[in-house]
Nanobody, 116 residues
Framework: QVQLVESGGGLVQPGGSLRLSCAAS????????MKWYRQAPGKEREWVAT????????NIANSMKGRFTISRDNTKNTVSLQMSSLKPEDTAVYYC?????????WGQGTQVTVSS
């Protein structure tokens, strides 16, 4: 049974930082690429970042490049998203996801609110 559990969201002021984490189970984590998505109120879900199975390569959406960093710890089956210089438009529910045996699995999400 695949489970993804995100944590680390919260309320932060503009310009602040947050670190999100996602703990995975039920998959051979070290073999899988991992992704982060986000969904703002009234908007479609948006891809944020991808990290390859070994962590050797990452890709960040253009609007977040230079502010967000994705990383992983294959010894702990976790993937993280370090977010800095946060803007109000980064307010969203953030999800981690994995494609396992041709099925996309999603966590329950963690709310990030950027507001003064």
């Amino acid at each position: 049974q695949v489970q993804l559990v995100e944590s680390g969201g919260g309320l932060v002021q503009p310009g602040g930082s947050l670190r999100l984490s996602c703990a995975a189970s039920g998959v051979t984590f070290s073999n899988e690429h991992m992704k982060w998505y986000r969904q703002a109120p009234g908007k479609e879900r948006e891809w944020v970042a991808t990290i390859t199975s070994t962590g050797s390569s990452t890709n960040i959406a253009n609007s977040m490049k230079g502010r967000f960093t994705i990383s992983r710890d294959n010894t702990k089956n976790t993937v993280s998203l370090q977010m800095s210089s946060l803007k109000p438009e980064d307010t969203a529910v953030y999800y981690c996801t994995v494609n396992w045996r041709a099925t996309n699995y999603w966590g329950q999400g963690t709310q990030v609110t950027v507001s003064s």
